[in-house]
Structures are given as C-alpha cells and as structure tokens.
C-alpha cells in the first residue's frame, strides 16, 4: 500500500488543522492505520492508531481531547484532526499502515510509510 499525507501547515496556537492520509494499492481497511511524529532533534512519538474499520482508536496521552482520528474506507483516506494545536505540537506528521493482529500495533509492525507533512505551530 502506498501513502501520502497531507494538510500540514502554519497555524497559531489554539488553531486547528486536519490532517489526510491517502492510501493506494492493497485492501486499505485491511490495515489498522496510525500517526506518528518527529519534531527537530527528537525520535519519532506514536499519536494515534485505528482500527480497521474505525471503530477502535487510541491517542498518545500527549494529545487526548485534542487530536482525533477517523478514517473512510470507501475513500481510503484516514484523518487526524487537530484542535487547540500547542507550539509543542510542532513536528513532521507520519501515516503508516500495520497489518499486525495485536491492538494497538506496535511501532515496529508498521510496514508502510507515507513521506509525511509538515505541521508548525506559531506561539
């Protein structure tokens, strides 16, 4: 499966963005899909993860109550929206695709990567 993210950009903080994920190839709702993130001189953060038809999801703890994420299987595309969006949020933004059959995935059973979107937050 092949990935491409999109809908990063410079936003205040307290803004909001909406994060895309476009899947192509393979049964996209048969990977369980996530987000992860790199800020400058950091190792990359899990965000969040959802379950193959998107009725399971889990957030970092970092961003509970401000980030969700959802997917549409008819369009393969999954989503993070992004509220109340802090300078600390600030960092390249992954999607990836598991096949693993563990909940959440491990880090490691991400066998696909999209080329990630920029998310900068202004104080």
């Known amino acids: 499966v092949q990935l491409q993210a999109s809908g990063g950009g410079l936003v205040q903080a307290g803004g909001s963005l909406r994060l895309s994920c476009a899947a192509s190839g393979r049964a996209f709702s048969s990977y369980v899909m996530g987000w992860f993130r790199q800020a400058p001189g950091k190792e990359r953060e899990f965000v969040s993860a959802i379950g193959r038809l998107g009725g399971s999801t889990r957030l970092a703890d970092s961003v509970k109550g401000r980030f969700a994420t959802s997917r549409d299987n008819a369009k393969n595309t999954m989503y993070l929206l992004m509220n109340s969006l802090k300078p600390e949020d600030t960092a390249v933004y992954f999607c990836?695709?598991?096949?693993?059959?563990?909940?959440?995935?491990?880090?490691?059973?991400?066998?696909?990567w999209g080329q990630g979107t920029q998310v900068t937050v202004s104080s």
């Open positions: 990836a695709a598991s096949g693993s059959s563990y909940w959440p995935p491990p880090e490691r059973t991400y066998n696909y």
